[in-house]
């Protein structure tokens, strides 16, 4: 069987087309934009914008400096009662705020996906129909954040250690430091691109799984593992050219905001607004998943069949003839 990795996105896009612009419906776009909001906060929760921190670590003393007044911060803040249960309070908010917004996108994933499936725009319905699916996917989700974060833990602290030490020594031991190091960095990266392919193929195959079939989470990898084991190469280019398209429309975006002098980027950054502006790019994006796994059989397929046609009106019965006249 031959995998093609265009035709799935021809498909994909012509399904964004005929939902959005054929025709235009602006109620459609706002509620189906709605819910891709709501899917995209998972997105949007994890990522982190670049605070312009500049340590510049190669001078030996600054680095230092910075290291003790860091430390020094630090104890100040366990001596003060008050401040721990300020950090305490505040980290406690975090992790509700972050709960709360990961179930959100979890329900939200299966209300864009019903959308885009049935090409209509729906949000009440889906939501108590396909709350048990984004219940089992928000606690998937927690489960594997609480994995991932004491190993990056395990593997952070270490290699913050070696470098900090390489960086105060001279000669052979900042070559033992940083020889210690490289290992660690490259098992953290492998780890990051699994955790990251994980995370693809629960969203772009497992997520259309457990609609398709009515199923939690644990289910649908069971019945995606075997395709995955068998097809693997394909899965991980298909993740790469994902991965390009991605990168492909952020430049198309990019160039666009120049053009407008940076109007654009002003739209794009309002919550939920610049949701509704690149709605075809997401309802595109959302439908490539599916129409790839549908290449490998019918118990693949994402998309209900296709309506029933309606039972034409039946038509008036013919009068029955009368009797001659009687002369």
Do not use: K
């Amino acid at each position: 069987m031959t995998i093609r990795y265009l035709d799935p996105l021809e498909r994909a896009w012509t399904r964004a087309r005929d939902l959005l612009l054929r025709p235009f419906d602006l109620r459609l776009w706002l509620i189906i934009g709605f819910t891709a909001w709501l899917a995209r906060l998972w997105d949007g929760s994890l990522s982190g914008g670049d605070g312009g921190l500049d340590l510049h670590l190669d001078g030996r003393d600054e680095s230092h400096g910075l290291i003790r007044v860091a430390v020094d911060r630090l104890v100040d803040v366990i001596d003060n009662p008050l401040s721990v249960f300020v950090v305490v309070v505040m980290l406690l908010l975090y992790l509700v705020v972050g709960a709360a917004i990961a179930w959100l996108a979890s329900r939200g994933s299966f209300l864009f996906l019903d959308n885009v499936a049935h090409r209509r725009g729906r949000v009440s319905e889906p939501w108590d129909r396909l709350g048990r699916l984004g219940d089992s996917l928000f606690a998937w989700r927690v489960a594997t954040q609480l994995l991932i974060l004491p190993v990056a833990l395990l593997l952070a602290a270490p290699l913050l250690a070696l470098v900090a030490s390489a960086s105060h020594a001279d000669g052979l031991f900042r070559g033992v430091g940083l020889a210690l190091a490289l290992p660690l960095g490259a098992l953290g990266l492998l780890l990051g691109l699994a955790a990251a392919f994980v995370g693809f193929c629960t969203d772009q195959f497992v997520v259309p799984l457990m609609y398709r079939h009515d199923e939690g989470i644990l289910p649908a990898w069971e019945r995606f593992l075997p395709l995955l084991r068998r097809d693997l190469p394909s899965f991980l280019l298909v993740a790469v050219f994902y991965l390009a398209l991605a990168m492909v429309v952020s430049a198309v975006v990019a160039a666009a905001g120049a053009l407008t002098c940076c109007a654009l980027f002003l739209v794009l950054a309002i919550p939920y607004v610049g949701t509704v502006v690149l709605l075809p790019v997401y309802v595109t994006a959302r439908a490539f998943g599916p129409e790839f796994l549908a290449q490998f059989g019918p118990e693949f397929e994402t998309w209900p069949a296709a309506d029933p046609a309606p039972d034409p009106e039946p038509l008036p019965e013919a009068p029955e003839d009368s009797d001659p006249p009687q002369d």
